[in-house]
C-alpha cells in the first residue's frame, strides 16, 4: 500500500501517510507510530498530533476507504480504548469503521513470536522455556483480543487464514477481496505484489547464534537498533547458504497444551467470523520435524559454525565482556523491566 499510495486515490483509497515532518523514511510504511502513541508507548503529546494528522486526512481525502496497518493494533490493551478512539474519529467525518486481521494457530504464531525475539536479540530461553511464560498470554485468545474491535466496527470483521482450506490464492489477494476491494486494487498490483514476502524468519543456527548473543549480552552494547545486530546474525547464514529452513522449536508437550488452551476461543471466534468451525477453515502449516539446535546435542561441525557467527557478531558490535556478576544483574534488571512494564500496562510482548 505504501508503495502504491501515489495511484490509490484514482480508486477511491486513501493509504495516510502517518509520518511527521522530519521522519525517517520508514516511518511511512504502516501505521505503527499511530498505533504506539495510541498505547502509550509514546508521549501525549504524540499521541495528540498523530490523532490530529489522521483527523485531517479523513477531513481532506476524496476517498470513500481509508486502510490503517499495524499489527499490534491487535493486542492492545482495552483499557486504552484504542477501537473507540478510531471508530469515533472516522465516524466523525463519515466513515464507518471495519476490522480486517490475519489469523493464524496459536502455536505457529508463538514461533514466530520467539523468531522475532531472536531476531532483536532479545531472547535468551529454548522454545520450551518460552512456551512455558508466554503459552498462557492473553495475547493469543483471538476471541478476547477481536471482541473490542468487532463491538467498535459493529460486527464489520474480515478475518482471513494465513493459510485456509478454501482456497490456494496469496494471502494478500484473498484479503485485500476479503475486504471487497480486489476490483479496485487488482489493475495496481503486479504478480510480485501478490507474492510479496517480508521479515524473513530466522533459521536454526541464526536463533542459536542470537541465543548465546543474548546471555552473553552483546545486545547491551549495540549502537541503534540492536535489530541491527540480528540482520548480521541473519545475513551472516544466509550468505553461506545456512538456514535455508525457517527455525522450528522443539517443545511438542508445550505446543499440545497451548493447542488445548485456547481450542475454546478458536471456536468462539470461528463461529462470530465465519459460522463454521476453526479447522473446517484454518489450514496448520505442513508438518515438519522440529529443527531447534538449543534442544540436543549439537554436531560438532554445527557447533562451530555457531561459534564463529556468535564471535563475528560480537565483533561487528565490538563487544567487550564485562565480568561475570555485572552480566547477571543487567539480565535481572532487564527481566524485571519487562514484567513491571507489563504490569503497569505497557507490554512489549504480550497481553498479561
Given amino acids: ?55 485531517a486526512v479523513l477531513a481532506a481525502t476524496q476517498a470513500d476507504t481509508v486502510l490503517l496497518s499495524y499489527e499490534d493494533f491487535a493486542v492492545q490493551r482495552p483499557l486504552w480504548r484504542v477501537p473507540e ?40 530461553r529454548t522454545f520450551r522455556g518460552f512456551l512455558r511464560s508466554e503459552g498462557a498470554s492473553g495475547r493469543y485468545d483471538y476471541a478476547a483480543r477481536l471482541e473490542p474491535w468487532r463491538r467498535a466496527s459493529a460486527g464489520r470483521v ?7 482450506r478454501r482456497s490456494d490464492a496469496p494471502l494478500l489477494e484473498r484479503l485485500i477481496d476479503g475486504l471487497g476491494l480486489g476490483g479496485r486494487l ?5 504478480p510480485a505484489d501478490l507474492a510479496y514476502r517480508t521479515n524473513r524468519s530466522s533459521g536454526p543456527i541464526a536463533v542459536e547464534a542470537s541465543r548465546r548473543l543474548y546471555r552473553l549480552g552483546v545486545h547491551r552494547q549495540v549502537t541503534g537498533h540492536r535489530r541491527l545486530l540480528g540482520h548480521v546474525v541473519d545475513d551472516w547464514a544466509w550468505a553461506r547458504g545456512l538456514d535455508a529452513e525457517r527455525f522450528r522449536g522443539d517443545a511438542p508437550d508445550g505446543l499440545a497444551r497451548v493447542a488445548a488452551r485456547f481450542a475454546e476461543s478458536n471456536a468462539r471466534f470461528a463461529a462470530a467470523c465465519w459460522g463454521k468451525a476453526w479447522d473446517a477453515i484454518v489450514a496448520p502449516a505442513p508438518a515438519a520435524p522440529p529443527n531447534e539446535l538449543a534442544a540436543g546435542p549439537i554436531p560438532p561441525e554445527t557447533e562451530a559454525l555457531v561459534e564463529q557467527l556468535v564471535r563475528a557478531a560480537a565483533a561487528q558490535a565490538a563487544f567487550r565482556s564485562p565480568p561475570a556478576w555485572r552480566r547477571r544483574t543487567a539480565h535481572i534488571l532487564e527481566e524485571g523491566r519487562e514484567r513491571l512494564g507489563e504490569a503497569l500496562g505497557y507490554p512489549i510482548w504480550r497481553v498479561p
Avoid: W
Fill in 186 to 190: 487488482a489493475p495496481l498490483l503486479a
Fill in 158 to 164: 474480515t478475518a482471513v487464514p494465513f493459510r485456509d
Fill in 85 to 124: 478512539i478510531l471508530a469515533d474519529l472516522f465516524a466523525r467525518r463519515g466513515f464507518a469503521l471495519e476490522t480486517a486481521l490475519v489469523v493464524k494457530p496459536q502455536g505457529e504464531q508463538l514461533a514466530s513470536a520467539y523468531a522475532l525475539r531472536t531476531q532483536v536479540v532479545a531472547e535468551g
Fill in 1 to 55: 500500500m505504501a508503495r502504491l499510495r501515489p495511484h490509490l486515490a484514482s480508486v477511491g483509497i486513501c493509504y495516510p501517510n502517518p509520518a511527521p515532518p522530519g521522519s525517517s523514511g520508514s516511518d511511512d510504511v504502516n501505521h505503527y507510530r499511530l498505533g504506539q502513541a495510541l498505547d502509550r508507548r509514546r508521549s501525549a503529546a504524540e499521541r495528540r498530533e498523530a490523532l490530529a494528522r489522521l483527523d
